[in-house]
């Protein structure tokens, strides 16, 4: 306030006594002492920094979050790769077993799901393309259960078609007759 009055006696202008109180009410309402603004100042100065180290800190913490997001993210696809995949090699093994007892021809459909579920339940392992120990296992159980598999039924022919008579024979008769395995006498 002092430099206030001194700036003003400088220039020429002198205050009575009312102006000088009026004025240092309003310069004490309105300014600063600099002594308080150079404190203020040096506060600012270091919530200046403190607020700069918390940008980073939270930067951080963003871009940890994100790497955690991620993470989980790539967990989550990893599970459902994994499951896909396993699904995959589950259908491909069951496709073989099936595959496999195609081969086979037993006594009913019934039966057939029986054994393939059984299989299935010994866990044979699947290699490339083969099941270890699994046509073993069913000639085994062809010898020891032969009532699961059907009969073989007989062929309808039983004898050869083949003729002692040959094919250019003049004879029509004979022709005939060795068609059907039969000798003409």
Known sequence: MDKILELL???GIELTGDQTAQLKEVAEKEFVPAADAAK???KVEELTKQLAERDSDLEKLKADNKSEELAKQLDEMTA???EATDKLAAQE???AAEKLLSGYNFASERVKNSVLAEFKSKGF???NGAFIGGEEYLE???KNEPDAFAKEAPGLFMGSTQGNVSADANNLESQIFSGFGLKNN
Request: proline residues 0%; charged residues 45%; positive net charge.
């Open 140 to 142: 085994e159980l062809k």
């Open 40 to 42: 203020n100042a040096a």
């Open 9 to 11: 006696k400088r220039l």
């Open 125 to 127: 392992k699947f290699e």
């Open 80 to 82: 459902k790769y994994t």
């Open 93 to 95: 093994t069951d496709f």
